[in-house]
């Protein structure tokens, strides 16, 4: 399960197991730029990102 304060629109999950590994590795990197070119002009503005963890169901 993932626990997110604000989750709304779209959404998908990406295998990163940091967020430095999305925040720092990802887009600083070719594959960034790459994504970007591809996806950007299908956003009507910046995309929202947030970071989600797992919870213990307890």
């Known amino acids: ?3 997110s304060r ?3 629109g779209i959404s ?3 295998p990163w197991d940091t967020v430095e ?3 720092v590795r990802f887009r600083s990197s070719p594959a960034f730029d790459r ?3 591809l996806a950007g ?3 009507g503005g910046p ?3 947030s970071h ?3 919870v213990p169901l307890d």
């Open 1 to 3: 399960m993932a626990r």
């Open 6 to 8: 604000r989750l709304s």
């Open 12 to 14: 998908w999950w990406s």
């Open 21 to 23: 590994d999305h925040t």
């Open 35 to 37: 994504w970007r070119a």
């Open 41 to 43: 002009p299908h956003f």
């Open 47 to 49: 995309p929202q990102v």
């Open 52 to 54: 989600v963890g797992e």
